[in-house]
């Protein structure tokens, strides 16, 4: 039995999609072989390379002037990669702390540069996304680093900041192509995968053009853009196998009406457990509310005990991966693309049959 699974990742895939790469599973496209089997400087990988790359670039509106490339190590990996490919001119760089992606991220850049905190939720536990003014930044930094949508805390930012011409950086792993992002205003985006869009084992990075000439001589060969823009990913074994499920993730949200569509989805399914939750007197969720996530919904019932009571019963009724991150505790509800808006209905039910259940328990 499928189950609805609200893990914050790797999370769920379209069962469509599934079904597809099974049907194909042992011969690909009448390659007479898997594309676990295949070599990535075949015909059929490079035609699946292309067209991931394709989908990408239409389904978020990319311009011609940046790359988009599928590389290896996850969100992490770029936490390195950013800085040391295009903090490199001034060797400063501004980080916005809105949580514990954000944070790791600021650690790694204080690793290759010199790396400051321009704002920081933290006083608040990241339940806020700080509002944020050209004024901030460092006019010298070589580049801005935000956190777009924060897994753990449940926040999400509603628009670029301005920072002056400063090149902006965005982490988007738990929130890429589930709404609309204006790609120009970024200099270059990052996503690991295994949130919206495919299996863990492959991140996305779309990075504007003129930003990939500058990496450090000392940057990895692995972690340097131009290396990998030249060989249009493919300069080692790549994740074929993630690659290929990307792009069938990818075909299916096309098919579907693409991010405008899949946004009114989300922001829908949202809505009703946000509305559910404000409404009860038995569930509470901290965030500000105009800094709410559409995507991780965090929340928590009047006492630990009965938050893994309802864990539990949750997972007894097909509902799991409910448990909250252990930074914040409670319970967290992670809606991505693929989350049916079924899902949600299923989980508002339970959550008030459990309320009615436990109340003055
Ligand atoms: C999950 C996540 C990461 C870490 O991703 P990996 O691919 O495991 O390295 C980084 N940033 C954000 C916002 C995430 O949600």
Do not use: W
């Not at 600021?106 to 608040?124: P, R, T």
């Not at 299996?199 to 779309?206: D, E, K, Q, R, W």
């Not at 693409?258 to 989300?266: D, E, L, R, S």
Request: some cysteine; charged content about 25%; proline content about 5%.
């Amino acid at each position: 039995m499928r189950v609805y699974n609200f893990s914050a990742g790797p999370g769920m895939l379209p069962i469509e999609v599934l079904e597809k790469v099974k049907s194909g599973l042992t011969d690909y496209e009448n390659s007479g072989m898997s594309v676990m089997e295949m070599s990535h400087r075949s015909k059929p990988y490079e035609k699946i390379n292309d067209r991931v790359t394709a989908l990408m670039r239409e389904l978020m509106n990319v311009p011609d002037n940046y790359d988009i490339l599928f590389v290896q190590g996850g969100a992490t990996n770029q936490f390195s990669a950013v800085p040391l490919n295009i903090g490199t001119v001034n060797r400063k760089a501004d980080y916005v702390v809105t949580g514990n992606f954000a944070k790791n991220a600021y650690k790694e850049g204080a690793v290759h540069l010199d790396a400051a905190i321009a704002a920081s939720s933290e006083d608040k536990n990241f339940t806020y996304i700080p509002k944020l003014k050209p004024d901030m930044f460092r006019k010298d930094a070589d580049f801005v680093h935000i956190c777009y949508n924060n897994t753990i805390f449940g926040t999400q930012y509603d628009a670029a900041p301005d920072t002056a011409g400063i090149p902006l950086v965005a982490d988007m792993s738990s929130m890429i192509l589930s709404r609309e992002v204006n790609v120009s205003d970024f200099a270059l985006i990052y996503a690991g995968a295994q949130k919206n869009i495919g299996p863990a084992g492959v991140t996305v990075v779309i990075v504007r053009h003129d930003l990939t000439d500058r990496a450090d001589p000392k940057c990895p060969v692995m972690l340097r853009y131009d290396n990998q823009v030249k060989n249009k990913s493919l300069y080692n074994t790549p994740p074929c196998f993630s690659t290929y499920i990307v792009m069938e993730v990818l075909q299916y949200l096309k098919d579907r009406g693409g991010v405008t569509a899949i946004q009114k989805i989300n922001e829908a399914k949202a809505k009703k457990l946000y509305d559910y939750i404000d409404c009860s007197d038995f569930y509470t969720n901290s965030v500000k509310k105009s800094d709410r996530s559409i995507m991780n919904v965090p929340f928590v019932s009047p006492s630990p005990e009965l938050d893994a009571e309802f864990i539990a019963g949750a997972a007894e009724n097909g509902l799991v991966s409910l448990k909250g991150h252990r930074l914040v505790g409670g319970m967290r509800a992670s809606i991505y693309n693929a989350m049916p808006p079924e899902g949600v209905d299923k989980l508002i039910e339970f959550m008030d049959k459990f309320a009615k259940s436990h109340k003055n328990a």
